[in-house]
């Protein structure tokens, strides 16, 4: 890890962040970079959420990029701070700089790896060890792929793209440039279709469609996006898929989408651009969600979305305000049961009372 002076990091910031204010030494030496509740002298960390503003007092780091709007009246006297308007997005520009991308692939093609004789391999991509690739595959400049990795005929791959261990990608699905895919995951396997027989058994439903990603997609570690049964599944530019996440047939994931965590989509779902989807969330097919709508974690999506810029939450996913009043009531379910059953109590003794008198 490099060494920089906290001079550094703010030149660096304020090219990006032009509002960047400095307080504290510019030849303070930041040898590391740390959690805010772990951080020691020589390091730098940061504030973003308000759940760490409890360390601001606390903590023993050097350095903090924190907002502007940050009370730090009781920060340490010594510790220096970064002040901008997004301490998250600074913070990950600095960890960039802290973190330059590590060159540990081989260049070339490793002797294990196995690729036909109508594959075009760009002289630039690196091929690890024991990697299959199939016919009429296309590996573009730049790209990595990582031990036991396999790509099924007529697949095309980009330029820069990073392929991670064991994974697997079926035949004739479309990579774009600079996307990442992380170990485990497997792109364009059948998609979820079979049709009931008289006799109970499953008819299996070819699945002849493709899967397309486009440039700048990042797929997390045992992702599965299924091939389209006619057609294509297709994943916008700069989607961002977590771990886990399932992908069924014919689906679409829009621009600039984020998908935490074990969420899945049933087949023919189509999620617009600039959405943000929690962990395990669950979509039934054939429905459709507009741009920048927010799900949170374990939602049930059981309709079309219709309406840009949402936040909902719960099973059937509501409207948020909507979703916690409901579920401020239900808070209350027990103590209203217990009112009920004292005047259903108060009732029949009035009733009684009635009956004696008459």
């Known amino acids: 890890m490099p060494k920089l002076s906290l001079g550094e990091i703010y030149r660096f910031l304020a090219e990006i962040f032009p509002e960047t204010e400095l307080i504290g030494s510019q030849n303070l030496v930041i040898e590391s ?8 002298a020589g390091s730098i960390s940061f504030i973003a959420n308000p759940k760490y503003e409890k360390f ?8 903090l990029v924190v907002s502007k709007k940050l009370d730090t009246q009781q920060a340490p006297q010594e510790l220096a701070l970064l ?11 600095v960890l960039e700089r802290f973190s330059p991308p590590r060159d540990i692939a081989p260049q070339g093609i490793h002797p294990t790896a196995v690729i036909a004789s109508s594959a075009t391999v760009h002289p630039t991509a690196r091929i690890g060890a024991y990697c299959v690739i199939g016919e009429n595959v296309q590996i573009g400049a730049n790209t990595i792929l990582y031990p036991h990795t396999t790509i099924l005929d007529g697949t ?10 064991q994974v697997t990608i079926y035949h004739d699905c479309q990579i774009g ?6 170990a485990g995951a497997v792109i364009g396997a ?6 009931p027989q008289k006799d109970s058994s499953f008819k299996k439903i070819p699945q002849i469609g493709r899967v397309v990603i486009e440039d700048d997609v990042e797929i997390g570690a045992n992702t599965c996006i299924d091939r389209a049964t006619l057609g294509e599944t297709i994943i916008r530019k700069g989607a961002k898929l977590d771990n886990l ?6 689906c679409s994931v829009g621009t600039n989408t984020v998908i935490a965590s074990q969420a899945g989509l049933s087949g023919s779902t189509k999620i617009g651009n600039s959405c943000m989807i929690g962990g395990q969330v669950g979509f039934v097919g054939h429905l459709e969600v507009a741009d920048r709508v927010t799900l949170g974690g374990q939602s049930g999506v059981t309709k079309s979305l219709t309406k840009p810029g949402e936040f909902l939450r719960g099973s059937p996913a509501k409207p948020i305000r909507e979703q916690l009043r409901q579920e401020a009531m239900l808070g209350k379910l027990e103590e209203m049961m217990r009112r009920i059953k ?17």
């Open 177 to 182: 440039h600079r996307t990442i895919i992380h």
């Open 33 to 40: 970079i740390s959690p805010i509740e772990e951080a020691q």
């Open 342 to 358: 004292e005047l259903e109590k108060q009732l029949a003794e009035l009733k009684t009372e009635n009956k004696t008198t008459t």
């Open 83 to 93: 002040k901008v308007d997004d301490p998250y997005s600074a913070f990950v520009f």
């Open 190 to 195: 059948d998609g979820f279709g079979f049709a």
């Open 56 to 63: 601001l007092s606390q903590t023993k780091a050097s350095a």
């Open 156 to 165: 095309v791959i980009g330029d820069a793209c990073i392929l991670y261990p």
């Open 245 to 250: 996440v399932q992908v069924g047939h014919n």
